[in-house]
């Protein structure tokens, strides 16, 4: 991502604790979401960073664990618990509230959660369409 671009990139990832430190370690935040909760987290000054919200909801919560076995072990829990895994890349001069409200309402526009089954994937053909082999 360019350093001058404010955008917000949103992938979906693996279910796997290991990738989650990688994309943590390289400034990326972690969304976890299970049924309609969502977990974000994010590392800086030696500290995972935990956001917790539900959308609707006025107020979330939020901890912060110090890098350690404790805090691995919660970042594990969690990444084990979620029905999906996202990442968020951002640049790290935007405001990290606003990156949540921006990546919340981007995942609930791809990914309404009506269809837990479907969530899971995007198809991108027409209606109608069979992709084609």
Same mark, same amino acid.
């Given at each position: 991502?360019?350093?001058?671009?404010?955008?917000?990139?949103?992938?979906?990832?693996?279910?796997?604790?290991?990738?989650?430190?990688?994309?943590?370690?390289?400034?990326?935040?972690?969304?976890?979401?299970?049924?309609?909760?969502?977990?974000?987290?994010?590392?800086?000054?030696?500290?995972?960073?935990? $956001?917790?919200?539900?959308?609707?909801?006025?107020? &979330?919560?939020?901890?912060?664990? =110090?890098? /350690?076995? %404790?805090?691995?072990?919660?970042?594990?829990?969690?990444?084990?618990?979620?029905?999906?895994?996202?990442?968020?890349?951002?640049?790290?001069?935007?405001?990290?509230?606003?990156?949540?409200?921006?990546?919340?309402?981007?995942?609930?526009?791809? $990914?309404?959660?009506?269809?837990?089954?479907?969530? &899971?994937?995007?198809?991108?053909? =027409?209606? /109608?369409? %069979?992709?084609?082999?």
């Amino acid at each position: 991502m360019d350093a001058n671009n404010e955008e917000i990139s949103i992938d979906v990832l693996p279910k796997e604790s290991e990738r989650a430190f990688k994309e943590l370690s390289e400034g990326n935040m972690v969304i976890a979401r299970s049924k309609n909760d969502f977990i974000y987290i994010v590392a800086f000054d030696d500290q995972f960073h935990v $956001f917790m919200h539900t959308p609707g909801q006025e107020s &979330g919560a939020q901890k912060q664990y =110090p890098v /350690g076995e %404790e805090a691995f072990a919660v970042v594990r829990s969690v990444i084990d618990l979620a029905d999906v895994v996202y990442m968020a890349s951002f640049d790290q001069s935007l405001n990290l509230y606003g990156v949540m409200c921006t990546a919340e309402e981007g995942i609930l526009e791809m $990914f309404p959660g009506d269809d837990r089954d479907s969530d &899971g994937m995007v198809d991108f053909s =027409p209606p /109608g369409n %069979e992709p084609v082999q």
